[in-house]
């Protein structure tokens, strides 16, 4: 599902980054561990094909996104692939403040060139159970449920690849291990694979005491130099 051999990013004006191989199965968490500013944010791009990497290669949910990849080079079949495939979790969730619930799921929707369909839009709400929350803006949501908002506009297109960066960051125990619990299931329902970047010890701590049934891969970013 997700694939790579020998990948590297160099920045125009920055640092050259090398990445460990990964193979991770369909249904599958990897989790992107490494210090701030090891790499894990520009992995999580070049997966989304937002970035082309330098050298290597990158397959994800059977596109070539690598160097000497030919595949979607294209920006907007490149676009398409990326609306249809990956479902991201930002750090900071990008909630549009001035929509409501609903609405910054329609907008997803939008964005990926579909017609706005709001029975996907309530099945997702419903699916994190933030239903009631639709005329909401976001202001007037806790981040427990800001979270869920946002999670549930990753999974609206149903992606084969959830990619959440720092999903516990500036959480107390209590609620990472909720967000953690809400990502893992999340991902088995739809049965996409997932991927996590984060320098939290606590989310490989959660992987190991709840673990997923097809696997988990741990990387460690930031130990290997160009
Ligand atoms: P992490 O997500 O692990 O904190 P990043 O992927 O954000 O790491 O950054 C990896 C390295 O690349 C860091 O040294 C960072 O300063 C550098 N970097 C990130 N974005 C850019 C950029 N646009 N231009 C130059 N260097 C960058
Ligand atoms: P920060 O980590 O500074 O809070 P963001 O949370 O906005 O920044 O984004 C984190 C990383 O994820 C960025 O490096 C960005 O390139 C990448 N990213 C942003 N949007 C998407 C997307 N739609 N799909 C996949 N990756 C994305």
Do not use: C
């Amino acid at each position: 599902m997700i694939r790579t051999r020998q990948l590297a990013y160099r920045y125009p004006k920055g640092p050259a980054l090398a990445f460990p191989d990964v193979d991770v199965p369909q249904g599958g968490v990897l989790l992107l561990a490494g210090p701030s500013g090891s790499g894990k944010s520009t992995w999580l791009a070049l997966a989304a094909g937002l970035v082309g990497a330098t050298a290597g290669q990158i397959d994800v949910a059977g596109q070539s996104l690598g160097a000497d990849g030919t595949a979607l080079k294209q920006g907007a079949a490149l676009d398409a692939w990326r609306a249809r495939t990956i479902g991201f979790l930002p750090q900071r969730l990008h909630l549009s403040t001035a929509l409501t619930v609903h609405d910054n799921l329609a907008m997803a929707q939008w964005a990926a060139g579909q017609a706005q369909n709001d029975k996907l839009i309530t099945e997702a709400l419903e699916a994190l159970g933030v239903q009631d929350l639709a005329l909401r803006k976001p202001a007037q949501l806790s981040g427990g449920q800001a979270q869920r908002v946002a999670l549930a506009r990753a999974v609206l297109l149903q992606p084969q690849v959830i990619l959440a960066d720092e999903p516990t960051a500036s959480l107390d125990d209590e609620a990472a291990a909720a967000s953690l619990a809400l990502l893992q299931s999340t991902a088995r329902w739809e049965g996409a694979t997932l991927v996590i970047a984060t320098h939290d010890a606590r989310v490989a701590r959660f992987f190991a005491e709840n673990p997923s049934k097809k696997g988990l891969l741990r990387i460690v970013l930031g130990r290997k130099k160009l």
